[in-house]
């Protein structure tokens, strides 16, 4: 059963788990549930999502009821009017607070302005040693991204050398390869904690929050991190 986090009768959104599809697709062939698919069957109604994360990203996933609804949402997303956040483990010792203004490329080749600002929440060094050194470091990063390039977060992390753990495509490897052999961690460390935005039917002010997945959990135990 998915976790549901808000439902009106217009908008319903869930706790996407790490790993999940938002919906059928031809690069993911390998897939057989998806949110979609998921949220329908548990609900017995149509849903249309307005926006997605990465299948390996977990957190609030929001879905519309009808077109008119739909169309609303999504335009709020590509005007950059919906306040997000995410969570997110990375390597090494982040700074307290930065902004990442560094352009991404388009599949086309097109460069588009991307901006990502970041929090240090918590530090932790393990006494585990990662090539030269004799310990392993990580930060665990608030991340407010104020436009909605793909795999933005992923990216941006990765140019300032703090890439997330788990992330295959744009990840450090090795470290990857550690959380894998050492923990039997695969999960890619990225939540989508929270979406803010204006009701495109009622206009309230609308506040969604998804408490992290087990596998993240586990992460924040190894650390010691609340």
């Not at 031809?26 to 307005?50: C, F, M, S, T, W």
């Not at 392993?136 to 793909?150: A, D, F, H, K």
Request: aromatic residues 8%; charged residues 25%; proline residues 4%.
């Amino acid at each position: 059963m998915l976790d549901i986090l808000y439902r009106d009768e217009h908008l319903i959104a869930i706790n996407k788990p790490h790993g999940l599809l938002v919906h059928r697709s031809a690069i993911a062939a390998d897939a057989e549930e998806y949110a979609l698919q998921l949220l329908r069957d548990q609900i017995g109604v149509k849903v249309n999502p307005v926006h997605r994360i990465d299948r390996k990203t977990a957190g609030v996933l929001l879905f519309a009821f009808t077109k008119e609804v739909e169309v609303a949402m999504q335009r709020q997303f590509m005007e950059n009017e919906v306040g997000k956040k995410y969570l997110a483990v990375v390597r090494g010792y982040t700074p307290d607070a930065g902004e990442i203004d560094y352009p991404l490329k388009k599949e086309n080749g097109t460069l588009q302005d991307a901006f990502t600002a970041y929090t240090t929440l918590q530090r932790a060094e393990l006494s585990v040693p990662f090539g030269q050194h004799q310990t392993s470091r990580y930060s665990l990063v608030e991340v407010v991204p104020q436009t909605g390039r793909m795999h933005q977060i992923r990216k941006h992390m990765s140019h300032i050398f703090h890439p997330i753990i788990g992330d295959r495509t744009h990840g450090c490897n090795k470290q990857n390869k550690l959380f894998t052999e050492k923990w039997e961690m695969s999960t890619m460390l990225l939540h989508a904690s929270r979406l803010v935005f204006k009701h495109p039917v009622t206009h309230q002010s609308i506040i969604i929050e998804a408490p992290l997945q087990d596998e993240f959990k586990r992460v924040m135990q190894l650390m010691n991190w609340k």
